[in-house]
């Protein structure tokens, strides 16, 4: 039976079947519109965690699941369309292969924080890997290795823009989050080939200062903590 409790995971499985869609899509040749079905993932994403603390209805088993989907259209597939990007070359099958070994390693070992993400958050691999594709401009591989260090390492990046404790519901850019990938799930690409220009360089940005707000927060407390 359907109630507002059971909403959040209904939306979480939802964005779980579209985001095997896209990988199924990608084993038939249909990669741009996997990447569509990836920006649908992405607003699908974001909503389940809107509705869950809207509705007061978060949970282990929804977080669990949430975190497991997310792999789909954050790592798997960006990683299978980046192997197509760079002909399958050695580097870039051994950053996928740790890629792929990180996210699911960090499910079991690393406690998720409503204030910074614990290394460099894996949907920026996916914004850098989709945002080439669409650009046209590939990344060489020794350059998405690097990017594997401060994943693998734990630093602090922010996951927003305001200091630790305020509510992600709050103001409109939740609505941003949504609506953006939402738009980009149905927009004709070849016409905002500049718009993932400008994406890969915020990517490539958060990359090198994405770390600095929790360090401030932390200065600010006078505490390792944050």
Do not use: C
Not at 15 to 35: C, N, P
Not at 43 to 61: C, E, H, I, M, P
Request: hydrophobic share 55%; glycine share 6%; charged share 15%.
């Amino acid at each position: 039976m359907l109630t507002k409790k059971s909403l959040p995971n209904l939306v979480t499985l939802t964005m779980g079947v579209v985001a095997s869609i896209a990988i199924l899509l990608i084993g038939l040749g249909q990669d741009l519109l996997a990447i569509r079905l990836v920006f649908l993932a992405l607003s699908l994403d974001v909503l389940d965690g809107y509705l869950a603390r809207k509705l007061n209805a978060t949970s282990d088993k929804g977080a669990l699941l949430d975190r497991l989907f997310d792999r789909l259209y954050q790592v798997i597939v960006p990683v299978i369309i980046y192997l197509k990007l760079t002909s399958g070359s050695i580097l870039s099958i051994i950053y996928g292969a740790v890629l792929i070994t990180v996210s699911y390693w960090r499910i079991a070992e690393v406690k998720p924080s409503s204030a910074w993400f614990t290394g460099l958050p894996l949907n920026i691999h996916t914004l850098v890997i989709i945002s080439s594709y669409l650009s046209k401009l590939v990344i060489p591989p020794a350059v998405m290795l690097l990017l594997l260090v401060p994943t693998l390492l734990p630093i602090k990046y922010a996951k927003r823009l305001g200091e630790p404790g305020q509510s992600t519901n709050k103001g409109t850019f939740w609505q941003i989050r949504l609506v953006v990938p939402l738009i980009l799930a149905f927009m004709p690409y070849d016409e905002i080939t500049w718009f993932f220009y400008l994406l890969l360089s915020l990517a490539f940005a958060y990359v090198l200062v994405g770390w600095i707000p929790p360090w401030m927060w932390a200065r600010r407390k006078g505490t390792n903590q944050y």
